[in-house]
């Protein structure tokens, strides 16, 4: 799941604390907002930082970063935080801080511009809500982690992340197809899902453990799910760690924080961030 580039560097404890603070850094700040938004005047805040078509055109360009962190009340609130949760404690641990930060921030931010340039013949077109940088986080965590089983209230079994992902997105664009006057934001929602997925193909190509593209169109993902330069500890090789051991205990570290790994554990990771300084 780490590149050349910075897997030397790699220090798990250190990542995954740095990753899940920076998810409940955002999770606070969303609430801290929500208490203000609602402790003043709603429609007053709305008025000056939700993204709008007629006032972005006047320059008001901080609403592309601000409406993100507006919600329209609480279930709107729970909900999208609950997603970044659940999500965001699988991405989070792996991205480390500034990656995960960038992410989210990315994937709101720039779904709102796309959102923006969609509705620009709609003066009256408001906006409001983190679904699009949850939506990014979501796609991330599926490219990184496909195989992980997720529990849905609504689904009796477990089903694969990467299965989840492609749920999430259909019923996105059947709603948007379906409901093309909504005042629910599906387009931000959409882009949110493209902006992740530009996110990995730019800044973490070699973590990807799944592509939806190319799964789409037939073609294998990472023939042995490794970044360049490693090989299965089932091949013949000096390689020791394996892909699956090294992913089993990132999923692990991911759920459990760095306290839940044993010493062996944590040395098989270091083993695994020597072995790739040793491709170097």
């Known amino acids: ?84 949760y659940i999500f ?50 979501i796609l991330v965590a599926a490219m990184l982690m496909p195989d992980i089983p997720m529990m849905l209230l609504f689904i009796p079994f477990p089903i694969k992340l990467k299965t989840l992902a492609v749920v999430y997105i259909v019923i996105e664009v059947i709603s948007q197809i379906g409901n093309p006057g909504s005042q629910t934001a599906y387009l931000a929602h959409i882009f949110g899902f493209v902006c992740g997925y530009l996110y990995m193909k730019i800044f973490c190509k070699e973590c990807i453990l799944w592509d939806p593209l190319t799964a789409l169109f037939g073609k294998k993902d990472n023939q042995n799910g490794l970044p360049p330069g490693w090989t299965d500890a089932s091949e013949p090789s000096l390689k020791t760690v394996s892909r699956d051991e090294v992913e089993r205990l990132l999923i692990k570290l991911s759920r459990e924080g760095i306290n839940a790994l044993t010493e ?16 170097r």
Not at 37 to 54: R, T
Not at 114 to 121: C, I, P, Q
Not at 264 to 272: C, D, G, P, S
Request: hydrophobic share 55%; proline share 2%.
């Open 88 to 137: 965001g404690s699988l991405a989070a641990p792996v991205l480390g801080a500034k990656r995960f930060l960038l992410l989210y921030l990315l994937s709101g931010t720039l779904g709102n511009v796309l959102w923006f340039f969609v509705n620009w013949s709609n003066p009256n077109a408001w906006l409001i809500g983190a679904s699009g940088a949850v939506m990014g986080v």
């Open 1 to 84: 799941m780490f590149n050349n580039r910075n897997f030397q560097d790699f220090n798990p404890e250190e990542e995954a604390r740095g990753g899940i603070h920076a998810m409940f850094g955002l999770i606070v700040a969303n609430l801290v907002v929500f208490v203000i938004q609602h402790l003043m005047s709603g429609a007053d805040i709305a008025e000056k930082f939700a993204l709008n078509i007629y006032f972005v055109k006047q320059l008001e360009l901080w609403r592309f970063f601000t409406a993100m962190f507006l919600h329209g009340g609480f279930m709107h609130l729970f909900f999208n935080m609950f997603g970044l």
């Open 264 to 279: 062996e554990e944590q040395e098989t990771l270091r083993k695994a961030r020597e072995e790739m300084m040793n491709q």
